[in-house]
């Protein structure tokens, strides 16, 4: 049961523009989300958040935005950049319940910036 | 500060032996969470340990189990092996629930 989807196993941008990358979720107890970046022999980083109580958080280059009743979250990176070619992966939990705090995690996304 | 370290980096293994992976979380973190990513595949949860007790378990057999330390480290033990076992598996630390979830860098294990 695959409740955190990313539906776009990869994606090509041209460096400069906005690469956006979508997820889909069906548990609906998920209230807080996340976006990790993962580099090849290396483990996934942080790179940005949201709680269910907000429909989007921007941190630079990068904004989150939440549709709860669609039940998606998106990453919009502008613009672009070569460093920002890796797999990011979506994750999400249940924060509030007792014992399920744990990250879900997608399939993930491998996003390639052509220069 | 350190961040999360696993040990060891690569590890081969033959089918049907054991393998004992090592993980140790950033100072004050008392949870561990433990994470298979098998070849193409997405990040499957494995176990979640916090002040010592195992507090969830992903969708995996028995044969995959673990514990953790007076010092928070933990490790995650693989019992008969099997080739589908090979992947990378990455160890995530945390102040306890999800705030503060850092990854380590992961332990490639390869079953032949």
């Known amino acids: 049961d695959q409740q955190v989807k990313q539906n776009s196993p990869s994606l090509s941008v041209q460096e400069g523009r906005i690469s956006i990358l979508n997820c889909d979720y069906t548990?609906?107890?998920?209230?807080?989300f996340l976006w990790y970046k993962k580099y090849p022999a290396e483990g996934p980083t942080f790179l940005i958040s949201?709680?269910?109580?907000?429909d989007k958080n921007e941190d630079g280059r990068f904004t989150v935005f939440l549709n709860k009743s669609a039940k998606h979250l998106s990453l919009h990176i502008v613009p672009s950049q070569p460093g920002d070619s890796a797999v990011y992966f979506c994750?999400?939990?249940?924060?509030?319940?007792?014992?399920?705090?744990?990250?879900?995690f997608g399939q993930g996304t491998r996003l390639t910036i052509n220069p | 500060e350190a961040g999360v370290t696993q040990s060891p980096t690569h590890l081969i293994k033959t089918r049907g032996q054991q393998a004992t992976l090592r993980c140790s979380p950033i100072?004050?973190?008392?949870?561990v969470y433990w994470y298979q990513q098998a070849l193409g595949l997405g990040l499957q949860f494995l176990l979640w340990?916090?002040?010592?007790?195992?507090?969830n378990r992903g969708n995996f057999p028995p044969r995959f189990s673990g514990r953790q330390f007076p010092n928070y480290s933990s490790e995650l033990n693989v019992n008969a092996l099997e080739l589908e076992d090979s992947a990378l598996y990455l160890c995530?630390?945390?102040?306890?629930?999800?705030?503060?979830?850092?990854f380590g860098s992961g332990t490639r294990l390869t079953v032949v």
């Open positions: 548990n609906s107890m998920f209230d807080y």
């Open positions: 340990y916090d002040e010592g007790e195992e507090r």
């Open positions: 100072s004050g973190h008392t949870s």
């Open positions: 994750a999400a939990s249940a924060s509030q319940i007792q014992g399920a705090q744990k990250l879900v």
């Open positions: 995530a630390s945390s102040f306890g629930g999800i705030y503060g979830y850092t």
């Open positions: 949201i709680s269910s109580i907000k």
